[in-house]
T-cell receptor, first 113, second 110 residues
């Protein structure tokens, strides 16, 4: 069964460093999402992406964040200068057009020291 | 503000018990989702509903659009059902982002 994959599973970084989280969505899906979950809190929407551009973003998704689909298969989330409060689990999800069910990746746990 | 509220926050049950988890939301939605999150963190979609009722194995999900309320039922619960169950909604169109509830942590004891 097709699945969304994410790498790395765990990333540890120093405050101020740039990180890139990678996702490979399901191949025939057209809509892509990033969510995050701070430990002990609910999952929060960050950004959605369709047709090579951002379709919606939350107030969390500030200028430190960016997304890209560089090669038609990977979907990346970049955090330019990480802060302690960026420590969270980051989930990628993808959606096939005309179907509401989003498929989630296993997540990347980001720890900022 | 679009809110998704779940109850209870925590639930402990004995194996075999019938379990109900509730979800309410504040404004009209295009779809409601029930998700399962295991201790490792991964999220799995269980149901997507826009009306009525769906059943998959021992899991049943219902939604009442007028009441803005949904329930997830687990019949004959088993320790392997132990997980966090999350209600999430699409407020926008069918491709809209999800707004999540805080989740219900279920623990089923043998």
């Amino acid at each position: 069964e097709p699945e969304v994959t994410q790498t790395p599973s765990h990333q540890v970084t120093q405050m101020g460093q740039e990180v890139i989280l990678r996702c490979v969505p399901i191949s025939n899906h057209l809509y892509f999402y990033w969510y995050r979950q701070i430990l002990g809190q609910k999952v929060e929407f960050l950004v959605s992406f369709y047709n090579n551009e951002i379709s919606e973003k939350s107030e969390i998704f500030d200028d430190q964040f960016s997304v890209e689909r560089p090669d038609g298969s990977n979907f990346t989330l970049k955090i330019r200068s990480t802060k302690l409060e960026d420590s969270a689990m980051y989930f990628c999800a993808s959606l096939q057009r005309g179907n509401n069910e989003q498929f989630f990746g296993p997540g990347t746990r980001l720890t900022v020291l | 503000k679009n809110e998704v509220e779940q109850s209870p926050q925590n639930l402990t049950a004995q194996e075999g018990e019938f379990i109900t988890i509730n979800c309410s939301y504040s404004v009209g939605i295009s779809a409601l989702h029930w998700l399962q999150q295991h201790p490792g963190g991964g999220i799995v979609s269980l149901f997507m509903l826009s009306s009525g009722k769906k059943k998959h194995g021992r899991l049943i999900a219902t939604i009442n659009i007028q009441e803005k309320h949904s329930s997830l039922h687990i019949t004959a619960s088993h320790p392997r059902d132990s997980a966090v169950y999350i209600c999430a909604v699409n407020y926008g169109g069918s491709q809209g982002n999800l707004i999540f509830g805080k989740g219900t942590k279920l623990s089923v004891k043998p």
